[in-house]
């Protein structure tokens, strides 16, 4: 005799079975918070529906760019720079090049993007300096000046070998300080080799020119980027702890820094407060006193990426906090990160202990689920990579995405202003990462 269930049945089990996945995940779900309904200005918002999860009484999520291919063993996408005029300039690693995006109808909306130089080594970040663009790369340290045809074709080679880009982690952010002196992170001299043998990542500075190389801090593994606090001055930056090959050990916390210059940081035998690495000799132990703690982590193989302060009022309780891109685990069965987060700043310039998933966010919804649960439900990131952030003059967030788009985090326009665009497109199984 066949049975039939009753869809209110149905119903009722779900709301039971999503309760107690909520209750299980209760101590990976950030605390709640609710921000106030924004009204900002702004064109029409181009919402699409498979944009992550967010808070749509305040945010607009939009995408600037979608060029998904199918993946290689090179990133698509990586490090974004936004030029005075509002240009944002796109790093395309695996093509070589770097691609210009622009307003020029003035509609507030970025045009089809154009290739502004190519025959690049894996260029990984830029930045825009005195209208020249600064580009750190697997091939070196360049700076690209723009020629008669708008292109960038005047290559210089400032540092031809920056360390560990050929053996180690490719090269992080590259930025110019506000001492006017060029900065870039370089990452460990190996991935996956033994620890306790590699040659730890750095963050480094140059003049302009290339020359006058200064080791600003060590004991780094994988450092992405890095950023001056907007009052303080004080320079901070990310780093990734080790992972564990071949296992699903999700292993030492993610760091935020504040960087001392001339410190050591502790990779590869030291991590989180001083404390010894299991797997490095014993003899180092004693080491492990004199290196600088973090002032703030991430849950292990996070990955954070791109960071910047905000220093707006289009979203004012994010006014002062750290953004970052979270850029996801390696070997993880439950995944970690695969999002956008604020990290909270004191007036003191300190990190308060506050902490707020951006995308994917819980906000105003019937229950909350952990940042795991979105990634395997397919509402965040995950399984792409976010990599990068920037900051315009409006205090809009764009977003790259290691596969191959940009999205636009803005202030929710006047409510009646929005326009449902394009479904979401089929993930193939080649698009995978």
Same mark, same amino acid.
């Given at each position: 005799?066949?049975?039939?269930?009753?869809?209110g049945?149905l119903?009722?089990?779900?709301?039971?079975?999503?309760?107690?996945?909520? @209750?299980?995940?209760?101590?990976s779900?950030?605390?709640?918070?609710?921000?106030?309904?924004?009204?900002?200005?702004?064109?029409?918002?181009?919402?699409?529906?498979?944009?992550?999860?967010?808070?749509?009484?305040t945010?607009?999520?939009?995408?600037?760019l979608?060029?998904?291919?199918?993946?290689?063993?090179v990133?698509?996408?990586?490090?974004l720079?936004?030029?005075?005029?509002?240009?944002?300039?796109?790093?395309?690693?695996?093509?070589?090049a770097?691609?210009?995006?622009?307003?020029?109808?003035g509609?507030?909306?970025?045009?089809?993007?154009?290739?502004?130089?190519?025959?690049?080594?894996?260029?990984?970040?830029?930045t825009?300096?005195?209208?020249?663009?600064?580009?750190?790369?697997?091939?070196?340290?360049?700076?690209?000046?723009?020629?008669?045809?708008g292109?960038?074709d005047?290559?210089?080679?400032?540092?031809?070998?920056? *360390?560990?880009?050929?053996?180690?982690f490719?090269?992080g952010?590259?930025?110019?300080?506000?001492?006017?002196?060029?900065?870039?992170?370089?990452? #460990?001299?190996?991935v996956?080799c033994?620890?306790?043998?590699?040659?730890?990542?750095?963050?480094?500075?140059?003049?302009?020119?290339?020359?006058?190389?200064?080791?600003?801090? @060590?004991?780094?593994?994988?450092?992405?980027?890095?950023?001056?606090?907007?009052?303080?001055?004080?320079?901070?930056?990310?780093?990734?702890?080790?992972?564990?090959?071949g296992?699903?050990?999700?292993?030492? *916390?993610?760091?935020?820094?504040?960087?001392?210059?001339?410190?050591?940081?502790?990779?590869?035998?030291?991590?989180?407060d001083? !404390?010894?690495?299991?797997?490095?000799? $014993?003899e @180092?132990?004693?080491?492990?006193?004199? @290196?600088?703690?973090?002032?703030?982590?991430?849950?292990? !193989?996070?990955?954070p990426?791109?960071?910047?302060?905000?220093?707006?009022?289009?979203? $004012?309780?994010?006014?002062?906090?750290?953004?970052?891109?979270?850029?996801?685990?390696?070997?993880?069965?439950?995944?970690?990160?695969?999002?956008? #987060?604020?990290?909270?700043?004191?007036?003191?310039?300190?990190?308060?202990?506050?902490?707020?998933?951006?995308?994917?966010?819980?906000?105003?919804?019937?229950?909350?689920?952990?940042?795991?649960?979105?990634?395997?439900?397919?509402?965040g990131?995950? $399984?792409?990579? *976010?990599?990068?952030?920037?900051?315009? #003059?409006?205090?809009?967030?764009?977003?790259?995405?290691?596969?191959?788009?940009?999205?636009?985090?803005?202030?929710r326009?006047?409510?009646?202003?929005?326009?449902?665009?394009?479904?979401?497109?089929?993930?193939?199984?080649?698009?995978?990462?």
């Amino acid at each position: 005799m066949r049975r039939v269930i009753s869809v209110g049945v149905l119903v009722g089990l779900w709301w039971i079975w999503t309760l107690a996945g909520c @209750t299980d995940h209760a101590a990976s779900v950030p605390p709640r918070t609710i921000y106030p309904r924004l009204k900002a200005e702004g064109p029409p918002c181009q919402r699409v529906d498979w944009v992550p999860w967010h808070n749509t009484l305040t945010t607009c999520v939009e995408v600037m760019l979608d060029d998904v291919t199918v993946p290689n063993a090179v990133p698509s996408l990586m490090g974004l720079a936004l030029g005075p005029d509002g240009t944002l300039y796109l790093a395309r690693t695996a093509q070589g090049a770097i691609w210009a995006m622009r307003d020029a109808d003035g509609d507030q909306f970025l045009d089809a993007p154009t290739v502004i130089a190519e025959g690049l080594t894996y260029p990984t970040s830029l930045t825009v300096h005195r209208g020249a663009l600064y580009v750190a790369s697997v091939g070196g340290l360049l700076r690209l000046d723009a020629t008669d045809n708008g292109r960038f074709d005047a290559v210089t080679v400032l540092v031809p070998d920056l *360390p560990g880009a050929r053996d180690g982690f490719w090269p992080g952010s590259v930025q110019v300080g506000p001492d006017g002196r060029l900065y870039v992170s370089v990452g #460990a001299g190996c991935v996956w080799c033994d620890a306790t043998d590699a040659r730890p990542g750095m963050l480094l500075s140059y003049a302009l020119d290339g020359s006058d190389k200064r080791i600003e801090a @060590t004991g780094l593994r994988d450092p992405w980027d890095f950023a001056w606090h907007p009052r303080t001055g004080e320079l901070w930056i990310v780093d990734s702890g080790r992972v564990v090959p071949g296992t699903r050990v999700g292993g030492p *916390p993610d760091e935020l820094n504040r960087l001392v210059r001339g410190a050591d940081y502790g990779f590869p035998h030291c991590i989180g407060d001083r !404390q010894p690495d299991p797997i490095a000799p $014993p003899e @180092t132990e004693n080491g492990c006193a004199a @290196t600088e703690p973090p002032a703030f982590t991430f849950a292990p !193989q996070s990955s954070p990426g791109g960071i910047a302060f905000y220093e707006h009022d289009g979203f $004012p309780f994010w006014t002062g906090d750290l953004i970052v891109a979270l850029r996801g685990s390696l070997t993880l069965a439950e995944p970690a990160g695969y999002a956008l #987060a604020a990290v909270g700043f004191g007036e003191d310039g300190q990190p308060d202990g506050n902490y707020a998933l951006i995308a994917p966010a819980s906000e105003h919804r019937l229950f909350q689920r952990a940042l795991a649960a979105f990634s395997l439900a397919r509402q965040g990131f995950y $399984p792409y990579h *976010p990599v990068d952030v920037v900051i315009s #003059a409006e205090g809009w967030l764009y977003v790259s995405v290691q596969e191959g788009r940009v999205f636009r985090f803005r202030p929710r326009p006047a409510a009646g202003s929005v326009e449902t665009l394009t479904p979401a497109p089929p993930v193939m199984s080649s698009e995978q990462p």
